[in-house]
């Protein structure tokens, strides 16, 4: 574990760049295992913009938290305070991203940022649920490890491929 001195707020528009640069290195760290194909391309250049983290900052439902350290952004976490589980009728609170980078995980800093998530969502009388990938064994076990159970699935579309994903919901002794 490195010594870090870290602060979590929520993101401002001027760290769309640096969120935009962020979400890209994790996402395509995670999923590209087998290089960049066309489909993970367009999804990245698509999604994975500074455009869409300003356009989430501005959805009054959404709070984009950040990890700082001495002015470097470390992780992230996208929370949506007005998404249904589908599988769960008393949650509607999303945990929908957390990424932190690979150099700083291990440190407590998803912890950290899943606790501010399943705040937010028990201040709006909620659990969290959020989404992982079937085949994201260490996600997995990151959520399991902190109390959160697998109760149900969805379907994550990346061009004409389809990856299962897990619903995972907050326990309710840790909400």
């Known amino acids: 574990m490195l010594n870090l001195t870290t602060q979590i707020r929520l993101a401002t528009p001027a760290d769309a760049p640096r969120l935009a640069v962020l979400a890209v290195q994790v996402w395509t760290h995670t999923y590209a295992k087998q290089g960049i194909n066309d489909e993970i391309a367009s999804y990245v250049l698509k999604n994975l913009t500074p455009a869409y983290f300003l356009q989430c900052m501005q959805q009054a439902s959404q709070q984009l938290l950040v990890v700082e350290h001495q002015q470097h952004l470390l992780a992230l976490a996208l929370v949506d305070t007005d998404s249904a589980c589908p599988t769960c009728d008393d949650s509607h609170v999303e ?81």
């Open 95 to 175: 945990l929908k991203t957390l990424y932190v980078q690979a150099h700083f995980a291990g440190n407590g800093l998803g912890t950290a940022l899943l606790q501010r998530a399943g705040q937010l969502a028990a201040a709006q009388g909620s659990r969290l649920w959020l989404s992982v990938n079937a085949e994201n064994s260490k996600a997995m076990q990151f959520y399991q490890k902190h109390q959160y159970q697998q109760c149900g699935e969805i379907f994550f579309d990346l061009g004409e491929t389809r990856h299962k994903n897990w619903i995972m919901l907050q326990t309710p002794d840790t909400a």
